[in-house]
């Protein structure tokens, strides 16, 4: 029986592989998103809640599979032909959704069952994002952004993204370094309340409290077996 699951599974599976347009390769990437707003889950194999997610997200995929602009896809970060496109994105966990436009993607920060996935896919990925080639889908504000950056020169811009990059280093330096004494007074609790334990049994005797529990419970089901009466035969 598990031979026969086991051989629909993977038939559903290569269903499913050859029913996609195009392979979503590092190659592939630029044309295939072209125009599109994006919803892409990025997962290795490896990864349990990656496969505890899967169904709803296959579901979701399935749906917009012919959608003229929402592009639901999912990106193996284990397969050579793809990991070039976990790098790009900087995947720093998994499973990870980005969406939006692919040249400038927003780390999806929703809950991952399909209720979710799919109201927040039918707000996002029926037209396209605000982008600067899209300045219709931007408010007012967005665009006033926009042209203020259009009008610097390249070496302005570059040294405006090298200070942002900066600030963003030194908020990652903080982080790392709270982070490090959050742990090191973590595994200091984890010793003294190891400590405290340890000091609680041996003071109590506890280990050979639970040896004579144990062998009184023991003594205790031999008395009940034998004060049982024995049924007569029939």
């Known amino acids: 029986m598990w031979r026969v ?3 629909l599974l993977l038939l559903s599976l290569v269903s499913r592989a050859a029913g996609d347009q195009q392979a ?3 190659e592939a990437f630029d044309e ?3 125009d599109k707003a ?7 194999k490896w990864c349990e809640e990656c496969a505890e997610t899967e ?7 399935d749906e917009w599979k012919d959608h003229s602009i929402g592009f ?5 970060c284990d397969d050579e032909e793809t990991e070039l496109i976990c790098e790009s994105f900087e995947v720093a966990g998994y499973p990870s959704i980005y969406w939006g436009d692919p040249q400038s993607p927003e780390l999806y920060r929703g809950k991952l069952d399909y209720e979710s996935l799919s109201s927040f896919a039918e707000e996002n990925l029926k037209s396209l994002p605000c982008s600067v080639t899209n300045l219709d889908a931007c408010d007012a504000k967005i665009k006033k952004i926009i042209e203020k950056l259009s009008k610097k020169s390249l070496d ?4 405006m993204e090298k200070q942002v990059i900066g600030k963003v280093d030194e908020e990652q330096n903080r ?7 959050l742990q090191e007074q973590y595994k200091q609790l984890a010793t003294n309340f190891n400590t405290k334990v340890d000091k609680l049994r041996d003071d109590s005797g506890f280990k050979w409290l639970q040896q004579i529990l144990n062998q009184k419970y023991e003594e205790q089901e031999l008395e009940d077996d034998t004060d049982e009466p024995e049924k007569d035969e029939l």
Request: aromatic fraction near 12%.
């Open 175 to 181: 982080f790392d370094t709270a982070a490090m004494k």
């Open 32 to 34: 295939l998103t072209s």
């Open 24 to 26: 979503l390769t590092a």
């Open 38 to 44: 994006i919803f892409i889950r990025f997962v290795t």
């Open 55 to 61: 169904e709803d997200w296959a579901k979701l995929k």
């Open 72 to 76: 639901v896809r999912e990106v193996f």
């Open 156 to 159: 302005e811009l570059e040294a």
């Open 5 to 7: 699951t086991l051989l």
